[in-house]
């Protein structure tokens, strides 16, 4: 069965610290991946998406992540956080061929702090 | 461009009681889902659709239902609701598989 783990559950950072958050998924087939940012009392928005290609991929914000296949990773970064950047970041794996469907991870709440 | 949206927004339900959740899209997107999130727990996915008149069933599907009768809208119904449904409910819609969702702004509903 595919799964998705955060690795961490709550990350505290300084502003204007680099900033990693931790992704990890399995799967037997290929995958899609992606990565959405909730912020208090919203839905989810799209931050990023690695689709094929490039194993380096840039959202929006700021952010980027780099898929790792042999570590079967998804890590998110950014190089300097803002207040604004506070939010519930969350890791989502889709199967190709599996209706669409995204499993999600347990999401990592990033806090920073001034 | 209102997207996806979510009616109601938020809900008070005693046990037993049935309600429908809806969720509208202006997209023209064939794929529709439900989800709902616990803390702790990320997003689960209940129930989807891939297309106008098809349903399937998510990881958590029980206690709830499903109808997709036009391309446009996908109901979540509770028949009996439950103390453990209490929970924010979350529906997004996609072109097609593999390009990621759009969103609702959830409802957050309550079963005492």
């Known amino acids: 069965a595919q799964s998705v783990t955060q690795l961490d559950s709550q990350v505290p950072v300084f502003e204007e610290a680099p900033v990693e958050l931790r992704c990890n998924y399995s799967?037997?087939?290929?995958?899609?991946l992606f990565w959405y940012v909730q912020y208090p009392n919203q839905g989810l928005q799209l931050l990023l998406k690695?689709?094929?290609?490039?194993?380096l991929v840039k959202g929006i914000n700021g952010f980027e992540a780099e898929f790792n296949k042999s570590q079967t990773s998804f890590h998110l970064r950014k190089p300097s956080v803002h207040i604004s950047d506070t939010a519930e970041y969350f890791c989502?794996?889709?199967?190709?061929?599996?209706?669409?469907?995204?499993?999600f991870g347990q999401g990592t709440e990033l806090s920073v702090k001034p | 461009n209102a997207g996806v949206t979510q009616t109601p927004k938020f809900r008070v339900l005693k046990t037993g009681q049935s309600m429908t959740l809806l969720c509208a899209q202006d997209?023209?997107?064939?794929?529709m889902y439900w989800y709902r999130q616990d803390p702790g727990m990320g997003l689960r996915l209940i129930h989807y659709?891939?297309?106008?008149?098809?349903?399937a069933k998510g990881e958590v599907p029980d206690g709830y239902n499903v109808s997709r009768l036009k391309k446009q809208n996908f109901l979540l119904g509770l028949e009996s609701a439950a103390p453990s449904q209490t929970s924010v409910y979350f529906c997004?819609?996609?072109?097609?598989?593999?390009?990621?969702?759009?969103f609702g702004s959830g409802t957050r509903l309550t079963v005492v």
């Open positions: 997004a819609s996609s072109y097609a598989g593999g390009y990621g969702y759009t």
């Open positions: 799967s037997s087939v290929s995958v899609y």
């Open positions: 690695y689709l094929s290609g490039s194993t």
């Open positions: 989502a794996v889709s199967m190709k061929n599996q209706g669409g469907k995204l499993i």
């Open positions: 997209m023209n997107h064939e794929y």
């Open positions: 659709s891939v297309g106008e008149g098809t349903t």
